[in-house]
């Protein structure tokens, strides 16, 4: 873990941990998701919002994204790297041994987004030693790369992953247009497909949007039936903010939740609530 340690943060002076590719503008906080050296925590909580396997989860939200996406509803801290309060990896991991004798079944990374924030994560895993008893788990949009992967690996107990878009088409490319993340289908699912056949923990979850059942839902759904045991959680609670525009600053239709559970049952999905 020293070794992983050490590996990780030299993605704070070259950073490759998502598919941007930064480099050296990470040193200076000048990267696309202008998250620099230094790791802000937007907020922490016993969280009862997370699937039931995992609440209470001790949440801890991070501050800063990858992903640039049109109807965030955390943009406050998403959005603004510098969100929140600094702390140490050891003060960091002093809280979670403290939620953890409070009850927290699990101890979550979150955000924006956590990929920014591996060299972090990698260093408060260290300093937790043999002291966690419950999982580690990343809830991540998954956009990331290889390089990053690796790090995880050892680090992560649970990977939580957001498949929020589908693949290109004649509808357009949601992952891009409305989550700025260019090649989203194929790195997100090559990430997930990587995982799955690594044997890694997995429970994916898929937000349904407003407008979006056919581009997104339906081929998201269809292509984790091909993954045997995966567990999905699939989120019903969008809600638009308001400064969402297009569909995506509807309601979400009673009919697309029904279309979309039983799209779930008729391909054998495992489902997590």
Not at 10 to 22: F, I, V
Not at 42 to 54: C, T
Not at 140 to 156: H, M, Y
Not at 246 to 267: F, M, V
């Amino acid at each position: 873990m020293q070794a992983r340690t050490a590996a990780a943060a030299t993605q704070l002076q070259n950073c490759t941990l998502c598919p941007h590719r930064c480099g050296a503008a990470r040193a200076t906080a000048a990267g696309r998701c202008r998250v620099g050296a230094q790791a802000y925590i937007a907020s922490e909580m016993l969280h009862m919002g997370e699937e039931e396997p995992l609440r209470p989860a001790h949440a801890i939200f991070l501050s800063g994204c990858t992903a640039t996406c049109s109807f965030c509803t955390a943009a406050r801290f998403a959005f603004r790297p510098t969100y929140g309060a600094v702390v140490s990896p050891a003060q960091l991991a002093a809280r979670i041994l403290q939620r953890q004798e409070q009850g927290a079944r699990a101890v979550a990374f979150i955000g924006g987004d956590p990929v920014p924030h591996i060299p972090f994560i990698v260093a408060v895993r260290a300093e937790l030693g043999g002291k966690l008893r419950v999982p580690l788990v990343l809830n991540s949009n998954l956009w990331l790369t290889p390089e990053a992967l690796a790090l995880l690996d050892g680090v992560v107990d649970l990977y939580l992953p957001d498949l929020k878009f589908g693949p290109p088409g004649a509808h357009g490319d949601c992952g891009a247009a409305l989550g700025g993340m260019p090649d989203y289908w194929q790195v997100v699912t090559g990430a997930i497909a990587t995982l799955h056949a690594q044997g890694k923990p997995l429970l994916v979850r898929h937000l349904l949007m407003p407008g979006h059942l056919r581009c997104c839902t339906q081929p998201v759904l269809t292509w984790l039936a091909q993954l045997p045991g995966v567990r999905v959680s699939l989120l019903t609670q969008y809600l638009a903010p308001a400064h969402a525009r297009g569909a995506l600053a509807q309601p979400l239709a009673a009919d697309d939740i029904r279309t979309a559970g039983e799209l779930a049952a008729t391909l054998g999905l495992t489902l997590v609530r």
